[in-house]
């Protein structure tokens, strides 16, 4: 008989292509800095935090363990970059709010903000809909391509210009699962 030899499975969450940017220690502990400001700030109140899917649904359930406070939560979808690394500049609701927010107190929760085009739709929307207050909290915030100006209220990480995936962030789907945040070195080349 001849052995059959396999090549061992590559691990993916140490895959050449990623460079680390931020642990999954340094995330958490700013998270927990983030949910300390925000249970003090909205003390006595009942916030609603709306988590951006699908990047930000990994934030969004740290950060509301780390968030001291009776509260909700609901999700909404944005369309944005699909399976490319580039903006449209067209912005879509693919899946709205299941209840009216008159009068609640909007957390929007959002993996990152670039050009800002989607955020500033979003925060518009969600003002019209007569909500008491609306912020915004993001965790990563690509400030040199800012094309729409966008008040992040809480925010995690400034990181430079480069395209980032983990936590939650994918590049056509593919690595939202890595426990940390990494820099995808080559993004055409995948
Ligand atoms: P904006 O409208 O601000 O240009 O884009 C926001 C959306 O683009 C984010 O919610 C995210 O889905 C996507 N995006 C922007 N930069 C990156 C990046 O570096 N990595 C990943 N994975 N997505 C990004």
Redesign the pocket.
């Known amino acids: 008989m001849i052995p059959v030899h396999s090549a061992p499975t590559p691990s993916e969450f140490s895959h050449p292509n990623l460079e680390p940017l931020f642990s999954a220690e340094q995330i958490q502990t700013r998270i927990a800095e983030l949910g300390a400001e925000i249970s003090r700030d909205y003390a006595g109140r009942n916030p609603l935090m709306i988590g951006?899917l699908k990047?930000a649904c990994i934030f969004v359930s740290d950060l509301m363990r780390a968030t001291d406070l009776r509260l909700g939560v609901e999700f909404m979808g944005i369309s944005?970059?699909g399976a490319a690394?580039r903006?449209s500049g067209e912005v879509r609701i693919t899946k709205d709010l299941d209840v009216p927010i008159e009068g609640r107190d909007i957390l929007v929760v959002?993996?990152?903000?670039?050009?800002?085009?989607?955020?500033s739709y979003l925060l518009a929307n969600l003002r019209s809909r007569g909500a008491q207050s609306v912020k915004l909290v993001a965790l990563l915030d690509?400030f040199e391509?800012r094309e729409r100006e966008v008040e992040i209220n809480y925010l995690g990480f400034k990181i430079p210009d480069?395209?980032?995936?983990g936590y939650g962030?994918?590049?056509a789907e593919r690595y939202r699962n890595l426990p940390y945040i990494a820099i995808l070195k080559n993004p055409e080349m995948q």
């Open positions: 951006v990047g944005s970059y690394t903006t959002e993996d990152i903000v670039d050009t800002g085009i989607t955020l690509k391509r480069a395209f980032v995936v962030l994918d590049f």
